[in-house]
């Protein structure tokens, strides 16, 4: 609707171009009266002398003819440009007459065509001028047409000056979203699924005297889909869908935000039932009385206003209030009590099970490569929204693309997930050799801490390339979604955070600035475990955390409620686990240098690690073997990709063949090519089919037989081993009942042939 009406907008703009283009032409446009003026005494001077007075002085005129048209007469001079074949619509001179005068004119004329004065005049009847009818009908309708433009912009002036009550409403009639788009949040779509059944059938709920929820509050961080619910709801409801933001209601007008809340329950019952879907509703709900303003505050009027048309005097049944927030703990009491937002539904992050189920969803319109495997990424993007998965997927198709890759692979995956979490690498930043085997190092220490630490989570990939403000990192992902932090766990983290600055000290005997974000990550994680988690052995079971903190900024200003004394115990404590971990970080590092060598030639040979590298290296693989593993499989990779580029490329080759063909035989029937023509192109779409037809199965021998001999060595092993089995059964003599034991050296042959 609102296209259409800036449509006409711009038609009627191009409309007031087009015509006062065309009235300032019409100003330059002579239309046969703009020579000189002649009385008719003078006229008659003209054809008698071929010369007339005018103000005293007598001006000489050639006379080569006269053209006698509505009323007017023109003189054309014999030396004008315009000739008798070519009446012209401008004249040099021209004059009134009338049907009194005429023939005395004619007179003149003939009079003065046999004195040689004057060349010939025309006698043809008038003829009727369009122009003079049609130039004074533009003037007058152009001056209507802007009055009334003129009216029309005053009176949306003075509407708009009284519409600021009026919403911004959006509404969703027709929502393509369904709840099989959603993936991840089974329990969520089961409770919103109830409202959309009430709408449908509210006759099953109302004969159980069940009364549907007035309003539901979808809760969650941002991107996990708060949203996406509500367009989903609406899709599978199929009722009036009225959508608003919180900050629609608050204008710098005071009693707008009140008046707009009327005007949207308004309409809503004019269209109930319906649902009214209010997102960010934190803006326009927070608790009053936190202001300066008290209760005068336009934002407490529109809350109050809020509450009053969710429940209040007047019933709003067949009206369903959605709204989405991540900020649930700043909302007015009064808006969640029931009655108003009987229901919470809470968004959580999605577990592995549901990240998978959106990879799938995100997925569909993308072509992976048979290497992607769902279950490990949703393994690793631990932590991530459906929100940050798509934009992951979506980077991922972004390098693809960049590398002309027919298929995603897992590493522009597992780069999506760094640009997301880190940014992108800065590959082109200049780094000095000495800076770079340092930071090579000092990865190295994370790893290796991070492998041989029982608690700590798997190393996923390592990289000494900038990325972000880091140079470089080390990730590692969790292998399930605990929510619970153990104490072996927190403190082998901290180890783990400390192997950058243990591994500079061994091997530099120097340590640099670069851990200064591992040791804010390790303070934290002590400071949460003496002061949050009751893990620390002097304080125990004693959460030392804020109590009462204000409202207004929130960390802004907090009030301890413990002694100094137990604050520098509490401080001693948190030095205790660092120096501890410290330690143990050391420890593990001093032991295990050589693997700590290895990692580091190998990150500065490769820049970047992954798993399966890391556990390579661990297992006491040289750095000379993972690299060249690491190139074989890069090599088969790229063979891979070029073979995929080329039957893609096949395919669509035959697939321009077979619209040429198409094209050809509509062609023939319209006789612009012939029946030959057409037959040559069948002719080398066959060829060139068969030729295809032949490359795909020479490939597919080739994958046979690579199979084959893959499968031959394995089975041969099986069938050599089942006859020395069997030999052996036939050759082991039978133990006599009479001896009870069995002797060592039998004893140690029965384990090496388990």
């Keep these: 609707m609102n296209e259409k009406k800036r449509g006409g907008f711009k038609l009627i703009y191009l409309v007031i171009i087009l015509v006062v283009a065309l009235l300032v032409a019409l100003l330059f446009i002579d239309f046969g009266n703009n020579g000189t003026y002649l009385e008719l005494s003078q006229v008659n001077d003209v054809l008698e002398k071929e010369e007339y007075t005018d103000n005293g002085k007598t001006v000489k005129v050639d006379v080569a003819y006269i053209l006698f ?68 009908v533009l003037y007058i309708g152009f001056a209507i047409f802007m009055i009334w433009m003129l009216y029309r912009m005053v009176s949306n002036a003075n509407r708009g000056a009284m519409s600021f009550g009026k919403t911004k409403i959006k509404s969703y009639q027709i929502s393509k979203v369904r709840f099989s788009d959603i993936a991840g949040m089974d329990e969520e779509k089961a409770e919103l699924q109830e409202i959309v059944e009430f709408l449908k059938n509210p006759k099953k709920f109302t004969d159980l005297g069940a009364r549907i ?78 202001g300066l303003g008290g209760g005068n505050d336009e934002r407490e009027q529109t809350l109050n206003q809020l509450l009053v048309e969710m429940d209040g005097f007047e019933p709003n049944e067949g009206i369903i209030v959605l709204a989405a927030t991540n900020r649930s703990d700043v909302l007015d009491p009064a808006l969640m009590r029931p009655g108003r937002f009987d229901r919470q539904i809470y968004v959580h992050i999605p577990d592995v099970k549901g990240r998978e189920g959106i990879l799938r969803i995100h997925a569909r319109n993308k072509p992976l490569d048979e290497s992607v495997d769902f279950s490990v990424l949703a393994r690793i993007t631990t932590g991530f929204t459906g929100a940050d998965i798509e934009n992951m997927l979506n980077e991922a198709a972004i390098l693809a693309a960049r590398a002309n890759r027919p298929k995603i692979i897992m590493e522009d995956i597992t780069e999506g997930i760094n640009k997301v979490i880190m940014g992108p690498q800065k590959k082109s930043r200049l780094v000095t050799d000495r800076e770079r085997k340092l930071t090579a190092f000092h990865e190295a220490g994370h790893t290796i801490i991070a492998k041989k630490m029982k608690y700590c989570e798997d190393v996923q990939e390592v990289s000494i390339i900038p990325r972000g403000s880091a140079g470089g990192y080390t990730m590692s992902r969790p292998e399930n979604d605990d929510m619970t932090m153990s104490y072996n766990k927190a403190c082998d983290t901290i180890a783990m955070s400390m192997g950058g600055r243990v591994a500079e000290e061994l091997i530099f005997k120097d340590i640099t600035s670069g851990a200064s974000s591992d040791i804010q990550h390790a303070t934290k994680i002590a400071h949460a475990m003496v002061y949050d988690w009751g893990m620390s052995k002097k304080i125990g079971f004693l959460s030392l955390g804020a109590q009462n903190m204000v ?50 030639n190998l990150l500065l040979a490769r820049e970047t690690i992954y798993k399966d590298e890391v556990d390579m290296i661990m297992a006491g693989k040289k750095t000379e073997e993972v690299v060249k593993i690491v190139e074989e499989r890069e090599r088969k990779q790229k063979e891979k990709e070029a073979r ?19 094209d050809g035989e509509n062609l023939v029937k319209m006789g612009i090519i012939t029946e030959e023509e057409l037959k040559v192109l069948k002719e080398e779409f066959k060829k060139y089919e068969a030729e295809v037809n032949a490359a795909v199965e020479g490939k597919d021998k080739v994958e046979k037989k690579e199979l084959v001999k893959k499968e031959a060595p394995k089975t041969e092993v099986k069938k050599a081993e089942t006859k020395s089995e069997v030999k052996k059964v036939e050759k082991k003599p039978e133990t006599p009942k009479s001896q009870p034991k069995t002797t060592k050296k039998d004893t140690k042959n029965d384990e090496d042939g388990q």
């Design 69 to 136: 048209r509505d009323g007017k007469g023109y003189i054309i001079v014999e030396n004008s440009k315009y000739a008798k074949d070519q009446m012209p619509s401008y004249s040099d001179y021209w004059f009134y007459y009338n049907s009194n005068n005429y023939l005395g004119l004619e007179n003149s004329c003939k009079t003065a065509i046999k004195n040689g004065i004057l060349k010939g005049y025309d006698t043809r009847p008038a003829g009727f001028n369009v122009w003079d009818i049609v130039v004074p």
């Design 213 to 290: 929820p007035k309003g539901v509050l979808l809760v969650g961080q941002p991107g996990t889909g708060k949203t996406l619910l509500a367009r989903a709801v609406a899709g599978e409801s199929k009722v009036p869908f009225i959508s608003i933001s919180g900050s629609d209601f608050v204008e710098m007008f005071v009693g707008v935000g009140a008046s707009r809340v009327r005007d949207l329950f308004e309409q809503a019952k004019k269209n109930k039932p319906c649902i009214v879907f209010i997102d960010e509703i934190d803006a326009v709900g927070r608790q009053r009385g936190a």
């Design 551 to 600: 409202f207004i900024g929130r960390d802004y200003q907090t009030k301890n409620d413990f002694s100094e004394k137990l604050a520098g115990i509490a401080d001693e404590e948190i030095m205790a686990i660092l120096n501890e971990n410290y330690k143990r970080a050391k420890e593990c590092l001093t032991e295990n240098v050589d693997i700590l060598k290895e990692m580091a």
């Design 644 to 662: 995929l580029k080329a039957e893609k490329q096949r395919l669509e080759k035959l697939e321009n063949y077979r619209k040429k063909i198409a």
